[in-house]
């Protein structure tokens, strides 16, 4: 199982003892490899947020190189 990069190694003992601080750490975007035994077992890594707006602005600059749609076009190709 590869390992995620740069991950703080820490013990199955380790995550049961340190849970509180290990979670604030991911929060932070910390990633961690998990042992058991001294073998890695799994990956603890943060998960990626997702955006719930776009602004206007941001919008704007992505549409300006998208092709200008006609809907007459639009609606032939529906029917």
């Known amino acids: 199982m590869p390992e ?7 013990s ?9 601080e290990i979670m604030d750490a991911l ?5 961690f490899a998990v042992t ?4 890695h077992i799994g990956d603890l890594v943060p998960i990626r947020r ?5 602004s206007r602005a941001e919008f704007a600059a992505m549409s ?3 092709p200008r749609l006609d809907d007459r ?7």
Do not use: C, F, K
Not at 12 to 20: K, T
Not at 27 to 31: I, K, T
Not at 36 to 39: C, E, S
Not at 50 to 54: G, I, L, T
């Open 4 to 10: 995620p990069v740069n991950p703080t190694r820490i």
């Open 64 to 66: 300006r190189g998208m």
């Open 50 to 54: 997702r955006r719930r707006a776009v």
């Open 36 to 39: 058991r035994n001294g073998d």
């Open 12 to 20: 199955q003992r380790d995550l049961r003892n340190r849970s509180a």
């Open 73 to 79: 076009d639009y609606r032939a190709d529906l029917g």
């Open 27 to 31: 929060e932070r975007g910390e990633r």
